[in-house]
């Protein structure tokens, strides 16, 4: 489906009462199961959505009246790095998250990125999960870049003003980072420390926009101009297991008009529910390459974690096979990877909490025996 000018709304105020992190583009992930992340009540998006799912907000892209430019319909682009041109050329892509908290060590770091390289066509820095302190993803992705890592930035609109994130995508720029992942974030207190104050001016598909306004057009949310303005994809993050499910796939899409290129799932456990979301964004026309995530747990907590923050669902075949051991896990994961490409992903993205090693080794698996 090509974007349509006709697909955006300008509003002047924030179109539903009582969001905590003011979208203008429907809920945010933290609301799935119509439980905000935030308030733990009902969340007044889904309510609406139920109330009236042909809503305007549902369907178009909705600006706020700081966007000057309101008309832009971002379109399919050349390729310009490895990451999108694998995937343009129809063939299998293999990523990695990068995590690196407030504990980790910098000793290993150039040797870890260095092995990553080795196997994964790219790797993803994330931006601060939960609104915990983690190093600058952009300061890790200059590094990879030395080390061979074609890098993705996770870009949050948590904790930034809408100003702060055209600087940092000039950053982006300034460094030749290629690619990037426009989210919106989580809510900065479900880390557990309250004493930060929120900080939410855009949602991820306002980001979206603003980045394509910026790498297409070369100029900002206000029209200002940017000189020695280059490409970097936009990717955008989504949720399979999303409740209400239409309501993810109308999310989808207007990321997609918005302009981002490639999406990335959260962790996935059953294979039957990717193929559903797959076969709704074909009906809808939705044609954008869908990397799946894998996941490597080691212990029950964190599943449970996982399935408190990351809305999703995990499935019992896992448990089962977490608790026979490593090796089992590896086992399982590698052939839920397997039948995930067969039911349409564009490639798989694999995270493990940090744990390089185990990243190595199930990398390597996947590699030789799916893509
Ligand atoms: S779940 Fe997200 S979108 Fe819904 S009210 Fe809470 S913060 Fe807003």
């Known amino acids: 489906m090509m974007p349509s000018n006709r697909s955006i709304l300008r509003l002047n105020i924030v179109p539903v ?45 909705v600006l706020d009246k700081g966007f000057k430019i309101q008309d832009y319909s971002p379109r399919p682009r050349k390729p310009q790095s490895k990451l ?23 000793n ?24 915990l302190p983690h190093t600058d993803p952009l300061a890790l992705a200059i590094l990879a870049k030395n080390y061979g890592i074609e890098p993705v930035v996770q870009l949050s609109c948590k904790d930034k003003s809408r100003n702060y994130l ?21 809510w900065i207190h479900l880390g557990g420390d309250k004493s930060p104050r ?12 603003l980045a394509r306004l910026m790498s297409d057009l070369g100029i900002d949310y206000r029209g200002r101009r940017i000189e020695g303005h280059r490409v970097i994809h936009v990717g ?63 212990d029950k907590k964190t599943l449970k974690l996982l399935e408190d923050f990351a809305r999703v669902r995990v499935s019992e075949d896992y448990v089962e096979a977490l608790s026979r051991g490593e090796d089992k896990l590896t086992n399982f994961i590698v052939n839920l990877a397997e039948e995930l490409v067969v039911n349409g992903a564009s490639g798989i993205h694999v995270l493990t909490m940090g744990n390089v090693e185990v990243a190595l080794t199930l990398g390597k698996i996947i590699r030789e025996r799916i893509l």
């Not at 290993?108 to 990553?116: K, V």
């Not at 940092?168 to 974030?185: D, K, V």
């Not at 999406?263 to 076969?279: D, G």
């Open 108 to 131: 290993s770091l150039g040797d870890s990125l260095h092995r990553l390289s080795t196997i994964y066509d790219a790797v993803n820095f994330i931006d601060t999960p939960l609104g």
């Open 166 to 186: 055209v600087s940092y995508i000039l950053a982006l720029m300034l460094h030749e980072i290629p690619n990037m992942l426009a989210i919106t974030g989580d």
């Open 84 to 106: 999108l041109k694998k995937l343009s050329d129809g063939k299998n892509v293999l990523t990695y998250e990068f995590v690196f908290g407030i504990k980790a060590s910098q």
């Open 198 to 209: 929120p900080v939410f001016d855009l949602d991820s598909i306002r980001l979206i926009y």
């Open 17 to 61: 009462k009582g969001c905590p992190k003011l979208m203008f583009n429907g809920p945010c992930g933290g609301g799935s199961g119509n439980v905000c992340e935030v308030t733990r009540s009902k969340c007044p998006w889904i309510e609406l959505f139920r109330r009236d799912s042909g809503n305007n907000l549902f369907t178009h892209i």
């Open 236 to 298: 955008a993050a989504t949720n399979p297991y999303f409740d209400p499910f239409e309501l993810e796939v109308l999310r989808v899409r207007k990321k997609y008009l918005a302009g981002a290129e490639f999406l990335v799932t959260q962790p996935l456990f059953h294979a039957n529910i990717f193929r559903n979301f797959i076969n709704a964004l074909r009906e809808n026309n939705i044609n954008i390459p869908v990397i799946a995530s894998v996941i490597f747990l080691k």
